[in-house]
């Protein structure tokens, strides 16, 4: 398999952590779609051109970060189930997962291109940052009878989740929300977080000042 993505991109991350968790082989490679080589090659393979992408052994393309977890999940069955097989369980997972790509990772990336906007508008900024708080501390709710954010095995809730909480903790005050704060200690000693958080820091340094604008 080969999964076009960028280190910084939190889909990316979120496919990442699942690809580790799954423990699949897979041939990296990496895309920066603020690079016009870069895109217009990618381009080329999807014409669409977001990251992330699947591209598996008999060339099908997947794309969507939770249905790339999907396919992973059918078709790696020896290691971390992501997606319960219980009806039910099955569609809380699910459901977080919408929420929190919908609620969480896609107004942090709102958040993100407004501080970096030299004409920023502080009132849609703090009403951002409101509406995040809320989603943590609905999150910080369903924690106290969770493990991890739909029980006490690792989902493709979790997927989603970990990746958003690094830049949350740095740019929002969820020090008071204790079951987040568990979390996130926990998360950062999981196997395949480590993994990802290696890309991320290289990454970083081969970063040059700027907007990243990856979500």
């Known amino acids: 398999m080969e999964l076009f993505y960028h280190p910084l991109s939190r889909y990316s991350q979120?496919?990442?952590?699942?690809?580790?968790?799954?423990?699949?082989?897979f041939y990296?490679?990496?895309?920066?779609?603020?690079d016009p080589l870069s895109r217009k090659e990618f381009h080329q393979t999807y014409p669409q051109a977001r990251v992330p992408l699947l591209k598996t052994q008999d060339d099908q393309l997947i794309p969507e970060s939770s249905i790339i977890i999907e396919y992973l999940d059918r078709h790696f069955n020896n290691s971390?189930?992501?997606?319960?097989?219980?009806?039910?369980?099955?569609?809380q997972v699910r459901l977080f997962d919408r929420?929190?790509?919908?609620?969480?990772?896609?107004?942090?990336?709102?958040?993100?291109?407004?501080?970096?906007?030299?004409?920023s508008n502080e009132f849609e900024i703090k009403q951002l940052e409101k509406q995040l708080l809320a989603q943590f501390q609905r999150l910080d709710t369903q924690l106290t009878q969770h493990h991890w954010v739909c029980g006490d095995s690792f989902t493709l809730a979790d997927c989603a989740l970990i990746p958003c909480l690094s830049y949350s903790f740095q740019h929002l005050n969820l020090l008071d929300l204790d079951e987040i704060v568990r979390y996130w200690q926990q998360a950062q000693l999981r196997g395949a977080w480590m993994l990802v958080q290696e890309e991320v820091l290289l990454a970083e340094m081969e970063e040059t000042a700027g907007i990243r604008g990856i979500p």
């Open 14 to 25: 979120k496919v990442l952590i699942a690809l580790y968790e799954k423990q699949a082989n």
């Open 28 to 34: 990296p490679r990496i895309i920066d779609l603020r």
């Open 80 to 91: 971390t189930q992501l997606l319960p097989q219980e009806p039910q369980r099955n569609l």
């Open 99 to 119: 929420i929190i790509d919908n609620d969480i990772n896609n107004p942090l990336f709102q958040l993100e291109k407004l501080k970096h906007t030299e004409d």
